[in-house]
């Protein structure tokens, strides 16, 4: 069966602080897409990144990096030098491949950050 | 433009109301998406609609009624709610290619309470 955990259910750091939140998932299939979501006090779960299963090539945006390691089945997000704007609630997902013109995504309980001045 | 919009963003109904929430793309998108956040959790699939025919009701009770009138809206028809039923409700669109998994882009969602 899928599953996402991240066992990390709060952090809270303090602005300019590295902050890292994990993911670990478990699936059967040799292909697959990981999503990262962030959801601010707002409600909007906003779109942060999309990766396959056969990309394992880490990724930077500006503060955000991602680690993607197959042989451990973790995709970790990490922020650097966060900032006040970053707290949020984050959750990592997981789809499968498949037929049909639609997917599932099986999220994790997420991680709420708060980042304090 | 990745845009997905709700309406209303807040609703109070009494358990015998009849309401509506809508939802609006037009990314030419042909997967979307009703999910259900009660508050500290993560979403839970509702249904999902796909090149406008009903493809997953994942159990949700016949209080709840989806309908897609077109490839851009989608509604979700309430009737004899429970308090219970009280959420954050989400729609979320995808452009899907077949067997790829595209991205859900999401809207703002509806905060609901049922008194």
């Known amino acids: 069966a899928q599953k996402v955990t991240q066992a990390q259910t709060e952090i809270s750091v303090v602005e300019k602080e590295d902050v890292t939140l994990d993911c670990v998932y478990e699936t059967r299939d040799t292909t697959y897409y990981l999503f990262w979501y962030k959801q601010p006090p707002s409600g909007e779960l906003v779109f942060l990144i999309r990766r396959n299963s056969f990309d394992e090539q880490n990724e930077i945006s500006g503060r955000y990096s991602w680690n993607f390691q197959k042989s451990t089945s973790s995709f970790n997000f990490t922020i650097t030098a966060s900032q006040v704007v970053d707290s949020a609630v984050y959750f990592c997902a997981l789809s499968e491949a498949g037929s049909g013109g639609y997917n599932k995504l099986i999220f994790g309980a997420g991680t709420r950050l708060a980042v304090h001045p | 433009d990745t845009e997905v919009t709700q309406t209303p963003k807040h609703l109070v109904m009494g358990m015998t109301n009849k309401k509506s929430l809508k939802c609006e793309q037009h990314?030419?998108?042909?997967?979307m998406y009703w999910y259900k956040q009660k508050a500290k959790k993560p979403p839970e699939l509702m249904f999902v609609?796909?090149?406008?025919?009903?493809?997953i009701n994942e159990s949700v009770p016949s209080r709840f009624s989806p309908e897609c009138p077109n490839s851009s809206l989608l509604n979700l028809h309430l009737h004899a709610l429970q308090p219970e039923d009280s959420a954050l409700y989400l729609c979320?669109?995808?452009?899907?290619?077949?067997?790829?998994?595209?991205?859900?882009?999401f809207g703002p969602g509806t905060r609901l309470t049922v008194l």
């Open positions: 979320a669109s995808s452009q899907e290619a077949s067997g790829v998994p595209d991205t859900q882009y």
């Open positions: 990314m030419g998108h042909r997967a």
């Open positions: 609609y796909s090149y406008e025919k009903l493809s």
